[in-house]
């Protein structure tokens, strides 16, 4: 159902592209912005695409929010107050379209346990992790490392990847983390700790790991690496997926936007930043 949806729906998006471009083309041309807000954990892969986007039409301003939470970000969008709602997860999609909305699943990302560059290990078991993340473990020395403090992070239970984690991870799913874990609150806190806190291990995604410029490393699980292979084949199973949330009919710039995104161009932007395109 969620194929037959997405292709209803790209068939009005080009249509509504069609029945726009000669408007466009015939008045003079004004600056038009698309504002962006919703999961911080789907940020960092929306301001990719929103970069390369504007990059090829400079005409059009793309603002990224700072991170609204579920209910605050469908509120948003249906009061015009944004233009895309991101989301990764407690979607009901038949409701959202009943409001004269649309979802749009644009990518499936690694939910990763990620370390500072400074740390050489390269995989962890489940039990291994547990240990880490229960404070039996508080040398990374113990697991095949340096004689080094580990720096436990983690996300807030209620957060995508904490969710995925748990219920993947089973010696982690009723796990009480310890106070000397701490809790990132949002995905770009997890990131800046992660890349500047020596020793630190914490739950992100790959494509965070990808735009960290080798300061933050994903690790394998089992022996199974986070690669966009072992994801697609389900051998890797800590995934989340990426929604774009529209009101319709979109805007000219959003209608455009998401012809970019869900085309080459931003498959090939997806991919970069280690996820995985929905076609």
Known sequence: MRRDLHQQWSMQISAFL???????????QTAE??????????????ASLAKAFQERNPAVIVEMGKGLGTKARLEALAEGKIDIALASHGLNISEITRQGMAVYEIARVAVVFGVNATIPVANLTDQQICDVYGGKAS?????????????????????????????NIACLKDLKMPE????????????????????????????????????????????????????ERKAYLLVRE???VIKMPPSPAVARFLEFTRGSMGHTVITANGAIAVK
């Open 33 to 46: 912005r698309i504002v962006i807000d919703g999961s911080t954990g789907v940020m960092p892969l929306a």
């Open 18 to 28: 069609l029945g726009t471009l000669f408007t466009i083309a015939t008045h003079g």
């Open 242 to 244: 990426s929604f774009f």
């Open 139 to 167: 040398n990374w020395q113990a697991l095949g490392g340096p004689v080094m403090e580990i720096a436990a992070r983690t996300r807030p239970d209620s957060e995508v990847d904490a969710e995925v984690v748990r219920a």
């Open 180 to 231: 000397a874990v701490k809790v990132m609150p949002r995905a770009g806190d997890m990131a800046t700790e992660l890349a500047a806190t020596v020793g630190a291990i914490g739950m992100t995604t790959m494509t965070v790991v990808e735009q960290s410029q080798g300061k933050i490393r994903a690790l394998s699980i089992n022996g199974v690496d986070p690669s966009a292979q072992n994801v």
